[in-house]
């Protein structure tokens, strides 16, 4: 039975890596489309701007996915090792929280500031650039946690 927990606790995190963020993208980006169809109905010019915004917050996912892809390689569970210690499982489970959490909770973040963003094109069309740029400064938080996770999953021997 012990043998088992180290590849379970491997799965579980790299399971969270991916979901926890996954989700957090998934929701916010289906937000913002029903926020710019509304916009979109009253000037189609829009699109584009407003297709960025609704993106941005989307890239979590991608990070999350990341985050899953380095702790299935770093503990060897996609070339077929099982032979993962419980301490080693609970490392990789530390290892996923910073892109799992913050993933999370920086997808629904940047999503309202991206939403203000869409309000503010709708105002004054011109003011795009600056609409991303604030958008984009909670995606840094994200990629340090990313990073975050990468060198915790790499500092793991296995």
Same mark, same amino acid.
């Given at each position: 039975m012990s043998s088992i927990i180290g590849p379970l606790l491997v799965y579980f995190a790299a399971a969270i890596a991916v979901i926890l963020p996954g989700y957090g993208s998934a929701k916010v980006v289906g937000k913002l489309g029903q926020t710019a169809t509304g916009i979109l109905a009253e000037d189609p010019s829009l699109f584009g701007r /407003? %297709?960025?915004?609704q993106a941005l917050p989307g890239?979590?996912?991608?990070?999350?996915?990341l985050g899953w892809f380095m702790i299935m390689n770093q503990s060897g569970m996609m070339s077929g090792n099982t032979n993962i210690s419980v301490q080693q499982g609970i490392l990789f489970v530390l290892a996923a929280l910073p892109v799992a959490v913050i993933? /999370? %909770?920086s997808a629904f973040h940047q999503g309202n500031v991206a939403e203000g963003g869409m309000a503010l094109?709708?105002?004054q069309p011109q003011a795009s650039g600056n609409a991303i740029v604030l958008a984009v400064m909670v995606e840094t938080y994200a990629i340090l946690a990313l990073l975050a996770t990468i060198l915790g999953a790499l500092s793991i021997a296995v």
């Amino acid at each position: 039975m012990s043998s088992i927990i180290g590849p379970l606790l491997v799965y579980f995190a790299a399971a969270i890596a991916v979901i926890l963020p996954g989700y957090g993208s998934a929701k916010v980006v289906g937000k913002l489309g029903q926020t710019a169809t509304g916009i979109l109905a009253e000037d189609p010019s829009l699109f584009g701007r /407003l %297709l960025i915004l609704q993106a941005l917050p989307g890239t979590q996912g991608i990070y999350g996915l990341l985050g899953w892809f380095m702790i299935m390689n770093q503990s060897g569970m996609m070339s077929g090792n099982t032979n993962i210690s419980v301490q080693q499982g609970i490392l990789f489970v530390l290892a996923a929280l910073p892109v799992a959490v913050i993933g /999370l %909770l920086s997808a629904f973040h940047q999503g309202n500031v991206a939403e203000g963003g869409m309000a503010l094109l709708t105002k004054q069309p011109q003011a795009s650039g600056n609409a991303i740029v604030l958008a984009v400064m909670v995606e840094t938080y994200a990629i340090l946690a990313l990073l975050a996770t990468i060198l915790g999953a790499l500092s793991i021997a296995v």
